[in-house]
């Protein structure tokens, strides 16, 4: 028997219902804007008040607050659905699991990409970065970057939500598989902020694009595994 | 003969290194009502869980409705519907809410008037808009029962379906069961209070350590 | 030195694994001649590496840890390639013994290639001046080996077997896609040092002692695999078999 519904239709259900949770309670996203914030600002603690050399390495400490955010996001994301065995009631229902999948890469992609530009302006006023340079490419590499954070970290919190000693698992996992897209979404981010002489942004973006389709699809093939039990 | 709502043949669930069920084979027709009785970690709710597809046996096969409840779940699970310790609920959604995602996803015609009639039936109208957050432990059952009948299941999961649930609301949950089985739903029963059971079943079931015995 | 190396590498791993689980008869004496062999080669490679082989251009003796430091990551590689092999046809079939083969192949995978870093850490003191440096083979390899360890992590603390299987395919296929990725993202990002030490960029006599090596190490990566994979059926064996028909009966008093 076919689902009543398609599948598009089903992604869209989830991503509301993520987007429903988090309009909920608000003070989830609220916190996670104050830890990146705060992360960021430790960055020039640690560095020290330099503005000249803030300004060069802004496009690493952007996405090392992004990155270390989206543990906790992605983390949170999927307790939501192990509180009271909700993704298996969404199986059960039944959701067909790559729905879900798509619905929660989504829902936790647009969650961080928000998140990047409420961290705009503090990287603005903390290491006084030139934003206006291509701001339709610094959003597109924004955009990409979250993205690429989602759909492995999607696969991997569900499986880490369920593990023992989840907090240490998710990063464990996740962290290697993410150094191509730091390494890209990051340089692509600097020849944002700064003058780009030999033309590579065009090259990062190229890297970015494929390592999301790569895990999307990946992604989208192996979530079903591990959604339910087999 | 009928056809079987359910047929375990030699099924057994393991739990890391623990057999929650072990060697079981039974059979339910179409239309009856099973009692299953027993201990506290006996295998009661493996035994419901797996019967509703959330979870598969280790070893042995599992018919529900005639179809392969591991092979086949696709085609099993619009039919089959498990209300148990975990609510499947998104505690910061409400009650409507809820509902209204399951009746969405289950493509149920006119989803929100449906919402209304059933937290109607189910007496918690004056709490539709409330966070499941806040919900008591028999509103959460009320809803979660809620959710069954949006799925009109022909095999029908209760686990403890009368705890935590006031003296009102224990009578209402006997009426909801005769309703079921009136239209036809196999009902699988797990619950402490025999009597009660006994008086809606026709069938019992008792397992200890996840096997079946006679009950004494 | 062709492309084509690795791959056979790797195909006759294959092949010998293969046997060793298709025909019991094999297994007690499969690995035994595999290891006896290793242990000869290994003594000629002493000798062919020391002395037969000339010292490199750049970095004259110190250059000769190449012949196993070489193998030795070669070998992780090919152990990796095996683990994502495994993960990607349990996925496709359930089956215990690609899930154990799996599980000893990203085992002995991450033990071979932190023997390899190490050396390659030995090597860079000397020759760079630094023990650690952002070479680009380096960086991956260790990142490599990062996503491997998660990967055992994840095995230890998962119990249930049939979880740990699955979810372990899933985060090796995973961790097989970042491989490529990751390396050439690496390079990409930072192509300051010399391109591979693969044996296509250093003469013939040398090429032929890696080539050596790379044959010795083989012999050795073959026993570690299947021992491994054998004490892991032995534990699914274990936790797997059914329970008895009948309860076992409480002792009449």
Known sequence: MTPKISLLTAAWLVLKKDWQIEWRTRARLTALIFFSGATLLLFSFAMGPDVTSLRAHAHGYLWLGLLFASVLSLGESFRIESENQALTGLVLTPVEPRAIFIGKVLGNASMLFALSLVLLPITIGLYDVDLTRVPHLLLLVLFLGTLGISAPGTVYSAISANARARDVMLPLLLFPVLVPLLLAAASATKLTFQPDPQDQLGSWL??????????????FLVFPKIAEED | ????????????????????????????????????????????????????????????????????????????RPSVALVSHASFHYEDLTAAQNLLLSAKFLGVKDPASSVKELLERMGLSSRADSAVRQFSAGMRKRLAIARLLMKAPKVALLDEPFGELDPAGSLQMEQLIRDLQAQGTSVVLATHLIEQGLSLTQERLHLEGGRKVSPT | MPASIPLLLLLALAVMVVVHVVVPKTRPILWKVSAALGLVMLGLLMYLGMFYAPPEAFMSNVGRILYVHVPYIWMAFIAFLMNVGCAFAYLMKKSWVTDALAESSAEVGVLFGAVGVAMGSIWARPTWGVWWDWDPRLISTTVMLLSYVGYLALRSFTEDPERRATWSAAVGILSGVSLPITYYSVRWWNSLHQVQSSTASVDKTMGSVLLWGLVTLLCFLFPFIVKRYEIARARQTAAMELPPLEAPRPEAA
């Open chain 1, 206 to 219: 190229k890297l970015l694009i494929a390592f999301d389709l790569i895990y999307l699809s990946v992604g």
């Open chain 2, 1 to 76: 003969m009928s056809a079987l709502a359910v047929e375990a043949i030699d099924i057994s669930k393991r739990f890391g290194a623990r057999w929650a069920i072990s060697r079981l084979s039974f059979s339910l027709a179409q239309g009856r009502s099973l009692l299953l009785t027993g201990h506290n970690g006996s295998g009661k709710t493996t035994l419901l869980r797996i019967i509703s597809t959330a979870a598969f046996p280790t070893a042995g096969t599992l018919k529900v409705l005639g179809f392969d409840s591991k092979k086949e779940r696709d085609s099993l």
